[in-house]
C-alpha cells in the first residue's frame, strides 16, 4: 500500500490542524493505521493508531484529549484531526500501516507515508 500525507501547516498555539494520509490499494480497509512524530533531533514517536473498523483508536499520553484519529474506509483515508496544538507538537508528521492489530511501535508498521510538517508558533 502507498500512503500520501497532506494537512501540515504553520499555525498558532491554540489552533488546530486536519492531517489525512491518503492510501492506494483495495485492501486498505485491512490495515491498523497509525499515526507518529519526529522532531528535529529526536526520535520517531507515536501519536495515534486505529484498527481497521476505526471501533478502536490508541493516543501517546502528550496528545490525549486533543488529538482524534479517524478513518474512512470508503475514501482510503485516515485522519488526524488535531486540536489546542502546543509549540511542542511541532514535527514532520507520518502515516503509517500495518497488517493485524494497531501497535505504538515505529518498527512494526511496514508502509510508510512521506511526512507532513506541523510547526506551531507560540
Known amino acids: 500500500v502507498q500512503l500520501q500525507a497532506s494537512g501540515g501547516g504553520l499555525v498558532q498555539a491554540g489552533d488546530s490542524l486536519r492531517l489525512s494520509c491518503a492510501a492506494s490499494?483495495?485492501?486498505?480497509?485491512?490495515?491498523?493505521m497509525g499515526w507518529f512524530r519526529q522532531a528535529p533531533g529526536k526520535e520517531r514517536e507515536f501519536v495515534a493508531a486505529?484498527?481497521?473498523?476505526?471501533?478502536?483508536?490508541y493516543y501517546a499520553d502528550s496528545v490525549k484529549g486533543r488529538f482524534t484519529i479517524s478513518r474512512d474506509n470508503a475514501k482510503n483515508t485516515v485522519y488526524l484531526q488535531m486540536n489546542t496544538l502546543k509549540p511542542e507538537d511541532t514535527a514532520v508528521y507520518y502515516c503509517?500501516?500495518?497488517?493485524?492489530?494497531?501497535?505504538?511501535?515505529?518498527?512494526?508498521?511496514?508502509?510508510w507515508g512521506q511526512g507532513t510538517q506541523v510547526t506551531v508558533s507560540s
Open positions: 486505529i484498527n481497521w473498523s476505526g471501533g478502536r483508536t
Open positions: 503509517a500501516a500495518k497488517e493485524f492489530r494497531p501497535t505504538m511501535s515505529v518498527s512494526e508498521y511496514d508502509y
Open positions: 490499494g483495495r485492501t486498505f480497509g485491512s490495515y491498523a
